[in-house]
Nanobody, 122 residues
């Protein structure tokens, strides 16, 4: 399984950004998918997740009401729409998949994308 995350960049506080995670290789439709982020000097943390094929979604408290995870099966891509962004959202964002259910634990994931940097200026 190969994952490619892209869409990061510089955005002002209050602005929006959409990240994409494109999957290839083995069929990932039955995989749980998570977006994580890692800020400088901090641990990598769960942001949002869903089954690659769709269905229920999960969000960290920091993302609820501001971020939305979605997917486009025809493009084998999962998105993270981020609105009302804050400087605290500055981090490298990663997508990851695991066999089975979505997990909020980094160690549970089997495959990772390369990360995309998001910087939110105040």
């Amino acid at each position: 399984v190969q994952l490619q995350a892209f869409g990061g960049g510089l955005v002002q506080a209050g602005g929006s950004l959409r990240l994409s995670c494109a999957g290839s290789g083995r069929t990932v439709s039955s995989y749980g998918m998570g977006w994580f982020r890692q800020a400088p000097g901090k641990e990598r943390e769960f942001v949002a997740g869903m089954f690659w094929s769709g269905g229920a979604t999960w969000y960290a408290d920091s993302a609820k009401g501001r971020f939305t995870i979605s997917r486009d099966n025809s493009k084998n891509t999962v998105y993270l729409q981020m609105n009302s962004m804050e400087p605290e959202d500055t981090a490298v964002y990663y997508c990851a998949v695991r066999r089975g259910r979505v997990s909020t634990k980094r160690a549970d994931y089997d495959y990772w994308g390369q990360g995309t940097l998001v910087t939110v200026s105040s």
